[in-house]
């Protein structure tokens, strides 16, 4: 079967870094998404890797290792405002997006 | 500005009373897609369109029902509502289905069932 994996909840201190990891087995790779989603809200586009290395933009980067099947999301200078669930969803071979549950960041002061 | 919009935001319907939610979009993308997301899980799809081609996920009730009758409308029927069916319902859009496309989801209606 097709799995997404990851941490469930994770705490951060505002103005730290915090590092969301992502792990997936699927049929077949067409890229990888992350996505964030406020409490009762949609989620929004953060980034897309479908080759191996770092993305950067902004306060917010992703990583990918295909062959590890393993992504990160790397969020710097934690603000309030970045308490949200954090979605990784892989596109498999048929092109289908596949979801992991989310891991659910919390900032404190 | 709005992009995907969903009305109405929050609805509730009474077990076994047939609701519509409606979705449109103003992106002219080409797929559209249906999501239920019940809390802290992961989105779930239930259909997609591209174009006017209808692709319905192996693990949607018969339940639910969908319509687009044009580029801009996407229609999402439940037609016996039942108490597992009360979630978040979210509209998503892309250009396309491949590549690094993203999906822009609306704000979502909020199914209440009683």
């Known amino acids: 079967g097709q799995n997404i994996d990851q941490p469930t909840e994770m705490t951060a201190t505002e103005g730290a870094i915090v590092q969301i990891n992502c792990t997936y087995q699927?049929?077949?790779?067409?890229?990888l998404f992350w996505y964030q989603q406020h409490a009762g809200e949609a989620p929004t586009f953060l980034s897309y890797?479908?080759l191996d290395g770092l993305e950067e933009k902004g306060r917010f980067s992703s990583f990918l290792s295909r062959s590890k099947g393993y992504s990160y999301l790397l969020l710097k200078e934690l603000q309030m405002k970045d308490s949200a669930s954090y979605l990784c969803?892989?596109?498999?071979?048929?092109?289908?997006?596949?979801w992991g549950a989310g891991t659910k960041l919390i900032i404190k002061p | 500005d709005a992009m995907v919009i969903q009305n109405p935001r929050y609805q509730v319907t009474q077990f076994g009373k047939p609701v519509t939610l409606s979705c449109s979009q103003t992106?002219?993308?080409?797929?559209m897609y249906w999501y239920q997301q019940k809390s802290s899980q992961a989105p779930k799809l239930l259909f997609h369109?591209?174009?006017?081609?209808?692709?319905n996920e192996a693990d949607t009730p018969d339940n639910f029902q969908s319509r687009r009758p044009n580029t801009s409308f996407c229609f999402l029927d439940i037609r016996s509502p039942g108490l597992g069916d009360a979630a978040m319902y979210l509209c998503?859009?892309?250009?396309?289905?491949?590549?690094?496309?993203?999906?822009?989801f609306g704000p979502g209606t909020r199914l209440t069932v009683t």
């Open positions: 998503a859009t892309s250009r396309d289905a491949s590549g690094s496309y993203e999906q822009y």
């Open positions: 992106l002219n993308h080409n797929v």
């Open positions: 369109y591209y174009d006017k081609d209808f692709n």
């Open positions: 699927t049929s077949g790779f067409n890229g």
């Open positions: 890797n479908v």
């Open positions: 969803a892989v596109r498999d071979s048929n092109y289908q997006l596949i």
